[in-house]
Structures are given as C-alpha cells and as structure tokens.
T-cell receptor, first 118, second 114 residues
C-alpha cells in the first residue's frame, strides 16, 4: 500500500518554542492531508484538513494561529505548533488520500509524532 | 456533520472467542466505512472497509456488516488471537465535493487473553 512518512517520530521541546512536523506521501500524490491529535486511550480528533495550494480548513476549537499548516506540494504538508506549552503535549498523526478519482478510498496514516513540551 | 458512536469502549475476550464491535453513524450520505487497528504507539492501519453498495465483506477472520437502513455497521473477529489485541476504530465518510473527511468513532480497546 501507499506510504506516508511523518517526521520526527518524537520531539521534546521547551515551553515557548515552536515545533514543525512534516508529513510526506512517498509514492503517491495527496491533494488532501489530514492532521489529527490523539490523547492517551482516546480517539483520533481531526484538527484540520490540509489542501494543496490553499488554506487549511480548521475544525472548531482549533487555533489556526497556533497550529500552522502548510501544504505547499502534492507530497508534503507541515504542521507547526507555535509557542508550544505543556498542554500541547500529545500524539499528532497525519493521514493522506491519493489524489486519484474522487471516490472514497483508504486514508494512509503517518507513524505519528509524540510531542512533549517541558 | 457526521457523528459516529462506537461500542464497547473496552472488550476483553479469551483466545479463540469471537469479538464484535459496533458503530452507528448519523449522516445517511456516508458511503464508505473503514476499520482501523492501532497498536500502542503506532499508526492506525486499515484492516477492512465496506462501501454502501454491499451489506457484508469478509477477509479471513475479519468481517464487517453494514445496515444502511439502521445506519450501523459492525466488525466481527473470529478465533481471536493475542496479537489481535489493539485499539480498533471505525469511521464513516460522507462524500464532500471531490474528497471525503472520515469521522472516527472513539475506539474499542480489544484485549485477547491467552
């Protein structure tokens, strides 16, 4: 199946600093990528939908100025957590769908990024 | 928007038993229903999916059923093995323009005791 690579797998940063997470589709083009946040033993909470070449669509309650999303190419989307605080510590996962025919198809997930803010 | 309810939140079975996880959805326009398995600290991986034009799909020990009228779908795992232990997520996807946005259930933690 298709491969989505997310980097880094884990990161520890100081409070107040910014962290960038990359999500790459390695063998397919993705017009749309999704960013999720997952707390321990909880479900995948959609944060935003990242569209190549246009602004991301954020879910209600997600601060767009804090979670900056850039989708500059068909194979790369980035999530930047700005001015991180301990409450931003979480598991962030991206997923991508092949830019093929507009029918529902499998979403491929990255391996996730464990962010710890100290 | 779509709302997906998943039950139970935790399921504990003995090795060899069957496990059933149930989900309901709210948007009758949803037409794609994937199931994902997520092991601790790893990415969710698709294990089976079903589209709204069929009522049942089977892949070895895993099967999924869909009742469009009642808007519910279920995952069935037979002859469970310890390696089936993981968190399972259902999702429902209504079409949205040229793409779709899956809404996930809250997850079911399946524990298979040897």
């Amino acid at each position: 199946g298709a491969v989505v690579s997310q980097h880094p797998s884990w990161v520890i940063c100081k409070s107040g600093t910014s962290v960038k997470i990359e999500c790459r589709s390695l063998d397919f083009q993705a017009t749309t990528m999704f960013w999720y946040r997952q707390f321990p033993k909880q479900s995948l909470m959609l944060m935003a939908t990242s569209n190549e070449g246009s602004k991301a669509t954020y879910e209600q309650g997600v601060e767009k100025d804090k979670f900056l999303i850039n989708h500059a190419s068909l194979t790369l989307s980035t999530l930047t957590v700005t001015s991180a605080h301990p409450e931003d510590s979480s598991f962030y996962i991206c997923s991508a769908r092949d830019a093929g025919p507009a029918t529902n198809t499998e979403a491929f997930f990255g391996q996730g990024t464990r962010l710890t803010v100290v | 928007g779509e709302n997906v309810e998943q039950h139970p939140s935790t399921l504990s079975v003995q090795e060899g038993d069957s496990a059933v996880i149930k989900c309901t959805y709210s948007d009758s326009a949803s037409n794609y229903f994937p199931w994902y398995k997520q092991e601790l600290g790893k990415r969710p991986q698709l294990i089976i999916d079903i589209r709204s034009n069929v009522g049942e799909k089977k892949d070895q020990r895993i099967a999924v059923t869909l009742n469009k009228t009642a808007k519910h779908f279920s995952l069935h795992i037979t002859e469970t093995q310890p390696e089936d232990s993981a968190v399972y997520f259902c999702a429902a996807s209504p079409p949205s323009g040229g793409s779709y946005i899956p809404t996930f259930g809250r997850g079911t933690s399946l524990i298979v005791h040897p």
